[in-house]
């Protein structure tokens, strides 16, 4: 399915994320996702991650039903979106796999089985939800003039905090943008969707006092620390909720190279 600019030159994303559903779905959850999704009439929705809440209690001693009962509940999730034919991508959050399945599993077995998924995993990366999705120009030439990127960034690290991210999707989202680059004769815009961000987002933010009017709290890595938006930010940029991020990146990334 290739996906391409309206005629008005808009292109609309939905990004739902951290939904955490167990078997027993939530009818507000539903009512959420269908009032969202008739309201906006998204081009394309982009999960990024804990669809289901892989560490509930209720996914245990399932056995050889379990993997059925995770397609049921995804199924249901997405169904505001599936029934009505929209393009949906999907990436992995860090608690999805603790349900007991792979990523690779979930996104190969479950969610490529449904209606207007797009995206392939992206080829020497290991799990499921690393993608490149291309998004063409509104005048039926073919030409890619939007990029949209995937990463899994992976789960909980056994020591406690998230896992570093995979230096391998680094070099290959690398690639990704140079081919795109030498294709087109320039960088083509692009969005990156991840559900555990990097460490390289509190560059951009300022540590302050408690008290100082607009401090925000941060938790995990950050515990107990306060912050604000950096001098780098916008006059009318919003900032409610510092990231939680990896106590350990990978390798000395600049962010230009990843950005």
Excluded at 79 to 85: A, I, S
Excluded at 119 to 138: K, R, V, Y
Excluded at 233 to 256: H, R, Y
């Amino acid at each position: 399915m290739k996906l391409r600019f309206q005629k008005d030159g808009t292109f609309k994303i939905m990004q739902i994320t951290d939904m955490q559903e167990i078997p027993a779905i939530s009818k507000d959850t539903i009512a959420l996702m269908e009032r969202a999704v008739l309201e906006e009439q998204p081009d394309l929705v982009v999960y990024t991650g804990d669809q289901i809440k892989g560490y509930g209690v209720t996914y245990k001693g399932k056995g050889e039903e379990l993997e059925r009962e995770v397609a049921q509940t995804i199924g249901k999730l997405l169904e505001p979106v599936t029934k009505r034919g929209i393009p949906f991508a999907v990436t992995f959050g860090n608690h999805d796999c603790q349900v007991g399945i792979s990523n690779q599993d979930q996104f190969y077995h479950i969610y490529k089985r449904l209606p207007n998924c797009i995206g392939e995993q992206a080829e020497g990366i290991d799990g499921g939800g690393t993608c490149a999705i291309p998004i063409e120009a509104s005048d039926g030439s073919g030409r890619d003039v939007f990029e949209l990127y995937l990463f899994d960034s992976g789960t909980d690290a056994r020591e406690g905090g998230y896992e570093a991210f995979d230096p391998k999707i680094i070099a290959w989202y690398r690639k990704q943008r140079e081919d795109l680059r030498e294709k087109n004769g320039m960088y083509v815009p692009s969005i990156v969707f991840q559900h555990i961000p990097m460490r390289e987002y509190y560059e951009v933010l300022k540590r302050v006092d408690r008290g100082e009017k607009g401090a925000v709290r941060a938790y995990r890595t950050h515990k107990d620390e306060y912050y604000k938006l950096g001098e780098t930010c916008g006059a009318g940029d919003i900032f409610l909720e510092p990231p939680s991020v990896p106590d350990v990146n990978t390798g000395e990334i600049e962010p230009q190279d990843y950005f």
